[in-house]
Protein backbone atom coordinates (compact mmCIF):
# COMPACT_ATOMS: atom_id res chain seq x y z
CA UNK A 1 0.00 0.00 0.00
CA UNK A 2 1.37 3.62 -0.80
CA UNK A 3 0.95 6.69 1.89
CA UNK A 4 -1.44 9.26 0.95
CA UNK A 5 0.12 11.84 -0.09
CA UNK A 6 0.80 15.14 1.70
CA UNK A 7 2.38 18.43 0.99
CA UNK A 8 5.60 18.44 2.32
CA UNK A 9 5.17 22.24 4.67
CA UNK A 10 2.47 24.69 4.54
CA UNK A 11 2.60 28.09 6.31
CA UNK A 12 0.54 31.23 7.52
CA UNK A 13 0.51 34.15 9.73
CA UNK A 14 -1.23 34.09 12.72
CA UNK A 15 -4.87 34.95 12.34
CA UNK A 16 -5.06 33.25 8.58
CA UNK A 17 -6.61 29.93 7.21
CA UNK A 18 -4.24 27.54 6.06
CA UNK A 19 -5.33 23.72 4.49
CA UNK A 20 -3.80 20.66 4.15
CA UNK A 21 -4.38 18.58 1.05
CA UNK A 22 -4.10 14.47 1.82
CA UNK A 23 -4.48 12.59 -1.63
CA UNK A 24 -5.47 8.45 -1.58
CA UNK A 25 -6.99 6.18 -4.04
CA UNK A 26 -10.28 4.65 -4.23
CA UNK A 27 -9.74 1.87 -2.47
CA UNK A 28 -8.77 4.26 0.33
CA UNK A 29 -9.60 7.87 1.33
CA UNK A 30 -12.31 7.88 -1.65
CA UNK A 31 -14.05 4.64 -0.06
CA UNK A 32 -14.39 4.79 3.11
CA UNK A 33 -15.28 8.31 5.39
CA UNK A 34 -12.75 7.04 7.55
CA UNK A 35 -9.83 9.34 7.64
CA UNK A 36 -7.94 10.57 10.75
CA UNK A 37 -5.84 13.57 11.22
CA UNK A 38 -3.02 13.65 13.72
CA UNK A 39 -0.89 16.65 15.14
CA UNK A 40 2.37 15.86 16.49
CA UNK A 41 4.92 18.61 18.11
CA UNK A 42 8.38 17.91 18.15
CA UNK A 43 9.38 15.01 20.55
CA UNK A 44 5.78 14.38 21.68
CA UNK A 45 3.11 11.55 20.99
CA UNK A 46 1.14 12.45 18.09
CA UNK A 47 -2.49 13.71 18.83
CA UNK A 48 -5.92 12.75 17.82
CA UNK A 49 -7.43 16.12 15.78
CA UNK A 50 -9.86 15.07 13.24
CA UNK A 51 -11.71 11.58 12.72
CA UNK A 52 -14.01 9.84 10.84
CA UNK A 53 -13.16 12.78 7.83
CA UNK A 54 -14.86 15.96 10.11
CA UNK A 55 -15.31 14.87 13.94
CA UNK A 56 -13.33 16.73 16.65
CA UNK A 57 -12.81 14.59 19.49
CA UNK A 58 -13.61 16.38 22.96
CA UNK A 59 -11.37 18.98 24.04
CA UNK A 60 -9.86 19.96 20.16
CA UNK A 61 -9.93 23.71 19.42
CA UNK A 62 -13.31 24.19 16.73
CA UNK A 63 -10.98 26.12 14.91
CA UNK A 64 -9.73 22.50 13.16
CA UNK A 65 -11.89 20.90 10.61
CA UNK A 66 -12.05 18.40 8.31
CA UNK A 67 -13.44 17.41 4.83
CA UNK A 68 -13.47 15.42 2.05
CA UNK A 69 -14.06 15.56 -1.64
CA UNK A 70 -13.29 12.52 -3.53
CA UNK A 71 -10.11 10.63 -3.01
CA UNK A 72 -8.66 13.83 -1.41
CA UNK A 73 -9.39 14.67 2.40
CA UNK A 74 -8.61 18.29 4.25
CA UNK A 75 -7.48 19.42 7.65
CA UNK A 76 -8.53 23.29 7.91
CA UNK A 77 -6.83 25.31 10.38
CA UNK A 78 -9.08 28.33 11.41
CA UNK A 79 -7.21 31.69 13.07
CA UNK A 80 -3.80 30.04 12.85
CA UNK A 81 -2.04 30.64 16.26
CA UNK A 82 2.17 29.86 17.11
CA UNK A 83 0.58 26.35 19.17
CA UNK A 84 -0.54 24.93 16.15
CA UNK A 85 2.87 24.60 14.44
CA UNK A 86 3.41 21.05 14.29
CA UNK A 87 3.78 18.30 11.97
CA UNK A 88 0.44 16.74 10.56
CA UNK A 89 -0.66 13.30 9.36
CA UNK A 90 -3.38 12.42 7.57
CA UNK A 91 -4.74 8.40 7.88
CA UNK A 92 -6.98 6.37 5.94
CA UNK A 93 -8.85 2.93 6.16
CA UNK A 94 -8.11 0.67 2.83
CA UNK A 95 -10.36 -1.81 1.31
CA UNK A 96 -7.63 -4.61 2.64
CA UNK A 97 -8.83 -3.49 5.98
CA UNK A 98 -5.61 -1.90 6.90
CA UNK A 99 -4.26 1.82 7.51
CA UNK A 100 -2.22 4.12 5.76
CA UNK A 101 -0.64 7.34 7.13
CA UNK A 102 0.35 9.76 4.64
CA UNK A 103 3.62 11.34 4.71
CA UNK A 104 3.36 14.25 6.73
CA UNK A 105 3.01 18.11 6.90
CA UNK A 106 4.94 20.52 8.12
CA UNK A 107 2.87 23.51 9.61
CA UNK A 108 5.02 26.67 10.21
CA UNK A 109 3.25 29.56 11.64
CA UNK A 110 5.58 33.08 10.64
CA UNK B 1 -7.65 6.70 32.40
CA UNK B 2 -7.15 4.18 30.02
CA UNK B 3 -3.22 4.72 29.32
CA UNK B 4 -1.07 2.15 27.15
CA UNK B 5 2.91 1.54 27.85
CA UNK B 6 5.75 0.18 25.59
CA UNK B 7 8.06 -1.77 26.99
CA UNK B 8 11.10 -4.02 25.13
CA UNK B 9 14.93 -3.86 24.31
CA UNK B 10 16.23 -0.72 23.08
CA UNK B 11 19.08 -1.87 21.09
CA UNK B 12 18.51 -4.65 18.62
CA UNK B 13 21.14 -6.24 16.64
CA UNK B 14 20.56 -6.93 12.76
CA UNK B 15 19.42 -9.84 11.90
CA UNK B 16 17.72 -10.91 14.94
CA UNK B 17 13.98 -10.05 16.67
CA UNK B 18 12.59 -7.15 17.93
CA UNK B 19 10.54 -7.61 20.85
CA UNK B 20 8.16 -4.97 22.38
CA UNK B 21 5.26 -5.32 24.46
CA UNK B 22 2.06 -2.45 24.84
CA UNK B 23 0.79 -2.56 28.43
CA UNK B 24 -2.40 -1.39 29.22
CA UNK B 25 -3.75 0.14 32.28
CA UNK B 26 -7.28 1.81 33.75
CA UNK B 27 -9.21 -0.62 30.88
CA UNK B 28 -9.76 -3.56 29.64
CA UNK B 29 -7.90 -5.11 26.53
CA UNK B 30 -10.89 -7.16 26.06
CA UNK B 31 -13.41 -4.27 25.65
CA UNK B 32 -15.64 -4.95 22.24
CA UNK B 33 -15.02 -1.55 21.00
CA UNK B 34 -11.29 -1.58 20.19
CA UNK B 35 -8.58 -3.14 18.37
CA UNK B 36 -4.61 -2.77 19.96
CA UNK B 37 -2.25 -1.63 16.73
CA UNK B 38 1.17 -0.53 16.33
CA UNK B 39 2.55 2.40 14.66
CA UNK B 40 6.61 3.55 14.27
CA UNK B 41 8.17 6.24 13.08
CA UNK B 42 11.68 6.46 12.03
CA UNK B 43 14.01 9.67 13.67
CA UNK B 44 13.02 12.60 11.43
CA UNK B 45 10.58 10.77 9.53
CA UNK B 46 6.55 9.91 9.04
CA UNK B 47 4.45 7.58 11.06
CA UNK B 48 3.82 4.23 9.46
CA UNK B 49 1.12 1.64 10.63
CA UNK B 50 2.42 -1.61 11.45
CA UNK B 51 -0.23 -3.34 12.25
CA UNK B 52 -3.37 -4.21 14.70
CA UNK B 53 -4.60 -7.48 16.88
CA UNK B 54 -8.68 -8.03 18.47
CA UNK B 55 -8.76 -9.70 21.79
CA UNK B 56 -10.07 -12.67 19.84
CA UNK B 57 -6.29 -12.66 18.52
CA UNK B 58 -7.54 -11.34 14.93
CA UNK B 59 -4.72 -9.57 13.12
CA UNK B 60 -4.34 -7.67 10.17
CA UNK B 61 -0.71 -6.11 9.13
CA UNK B 62 0.90 -3.84 6.71
CA UNK B 63 1.25 -5.54 3.58
CA UNK B 64 5.46 -3.81 3.25
CA UNK B 65 5.91 -5.56 6.75
CA UNK B 66 3.38 -8.95 6.41
CA UNK B 67 6.83 -11.56 5.94
CA UNK B 68 8.15 -10.36 8.93
CA UNK B 69 4.99 -9.21 11.93
CA UNK B 70 3.66 -11.15 14.16
CA UNK B 71 1.52 -9.34 16.54
CA UNK B 72 -0.38 -11.43 19.75
CA UNK B 73 -2.52 -10.69 22.73
CA UNK B 74 -2.44 -12.03 26.50
CA UNK B 75 -6.03 -11.10 27.57
CA UNK B 76 -4.94 -12.48 31.32
CA UNK B 77 -1.94 -9.52 31.48
CA UNK B 78 -3.89 -7.25 29.70
CA UNK B 79 -0.91 -6.64 26.87
CA UNK B 80 -0.23 -7.28 23.42
CA UNK B 81 3.08 -8.08 22.09
CA UNK B 82 4.71 -6.88 18.75
CA UNK B 83 7.40 -9.28 17.37
CA UNK B 84 9.67 -7.90 13.79
CA UNK B 85 12.00 -10.59 12.77
CA UNK B 86 15.01 -9.90 10.56
CA UNK B 87 15.40 -6.14 11.97
CA UNK B 88 17.94 -4.21 10.02
CA UNK B 89 18.85 -0.49 10.11
CA UNK B 90 15.67 0.45 8.44
CA UNK B 91 13.70 -0.66 11.50
CA UNK B 92 15.63 1.83 13.61
CA UNK B 93 12.71 3.97 14.85
CA UNK B 94 9.96 5.18 17.69
CA UNK B 95 7.37 2.22 18.18
CA UNK B 96 4.34 2.99 19.35
CA UNK B 97 1.31 1.28 20.46
CA UNK B 98 -1.98 2.72 20.36
CA UNK B 99 -5.68 2.04 20.70
CA UNK B 100 -7.96 1.97 17.67
CA UNK B 101 -11.75 2.98 17.55
CA UNK B 102 -14.07 2.07 14.79
CA UNK B 103 -13.11 2.76 11.65
CA UNK B 104 -9.30 3.18 12.01
CA UNK B 105 -8.77 6.19 14.90
CA UNK B 106 -6.02 5.80 16.94
CA UNK B 107 -7.14 8.29 19.45
CA UNK B 108 -4.89 6.69 22.70
CA UNK B 109 -1.29 5.82 22.35
CA UNK B 110 1.88 5.25 24.42
CA UNK B 111 4.29 7.29 25.02
CA UNK B 112 6.60 5.62 22.54
CA UNK B 113 9.39 3.60 22.69
CA UNK B 114 12.98 4.32 20.56
CA UNK B 115 14.35 1.14 19.33
CA UNK B 116 17.73 1.28 17.56
CA UNK B 117 18.62 -1.79 15.40
CA UNK B 118 22.63 -1.75 15.54
CA UNK B 119 25.58 -4.23 15.55
Known amino acids: QSALTQPASVSGSPGQSITIACTGT?????????VSWYQQHPGKVPKLMIYDVSNRPSGVSSRFSGSKSGNTASLTISGLQAEDEADYYCSSYTFSSTWVFGGGTKLTVL | QLQLQESGPGLVKPPETLSLTCTVS??????????WGWIRQPPGKGLEWIGRIYHSGSTYYNPSLKSRVTISVDTSKNQFSLKLSSVTAADTAVYYC???????????WGQGTMVTVSS
Open chain 1, 26 to 34: STDVGAYNY
Open chain 2, 98 to 108: ARTASGGVFDI
Open chain 2, 26 to 35: GGSISSSSYY
